[in-house]
């Protein structure tokens, strides 16, 4: 999966930062950031579409791209696997309608055959992955984006209590008069109330960067 390579870079440059801060051990913590290197020039490589400018979701056994446009690549942005160009074009086709159904990014793009709004991993939209993809996206520098995501979910809890379920349906937001809940979403839920906190951090960081 697309995300897991950019969790495993951005892990490796975090161990290096300990190995040269904490552990001292400068020859260790180079050598990490070399394959650091190295896995953003494969990933890019191996995972970047050209014609849809937008990386794959997956490489099947035989190293071929699956070409679905999910918002795993949302969780690039934060991670930093991508370059800052490709990281805010990609930031920037998140927010596009077939992806935002104006209260969160959808896990697929609708439109897509796989895509469905009723299901879990292929058309609902889930508060703690667009969390992800706020701090990415603030990371990015790509302020509007942040508050659009942030200002969905803000107005998607007004009609749950306040308190971020699970999962939403991937529905438009202007074909229903609210968020239509997900079938056996958990409220409350561990992921989706992180999703407030980091909101408020990816907004503090957008208008840092900002000013």
Do not use: K
């Amino acid at each position: 999966m697309s995300e897991a390579q950019g969790y495993a870079y951005d892990a490796l440059l975090r161990t290096a930062g300990l190995a040269e801060d904490i552990w001292r051990d400068e020859p260790y913590a180079r050598r990490l950031r070399e394959t650091a290197a190295r896995l953003r020039d494969r990933f890019t490589a191996d995972f970047w579409m050209p014609e849809a400018d937008f990386p794959a979701l997956a490489l099947d056994g035989a190293g071929r791209q699956a070409d679905t446009l999910a918002s795993d690549a949302g969780h690039l942005l934060w991670s930093g696997i991508l370059d800052t160009e490709r990281s805010r074009r990609v930031g920037r086709r998140l927010l596009e309608p077939d992806f935002f159904s104006g209260w969160a990014i959808r896990t697929l793009a609708a439109g897509q055959r796989p895509y469905h709004p009723l299901s879990y991993h292929r058309g609902s939209a889930w508060p703690h992955d667009n969390a992800v993809i706020a701090l990415g996206l603030a990371r990015q520098g790509l302020t509007a984006e942040v508050r659009t995501v942030a200002g969905g979910l803000v107005a998607a809890a007004a009609h749950h209590g306040h308190r971020l379920p699970e999962v939403l349906v991937g529905y438009d937001r202007p074909a229903t008069a609210g968020p239509v809940p997900y079938p056996h979403s958990c409220s409350p839920q561990a992921w989706a109330a992180a999703t407030p906190p980091a909101l408020r951090t990816a907004l503090e960081q957008a208008e840092r960067a900002r000013r």
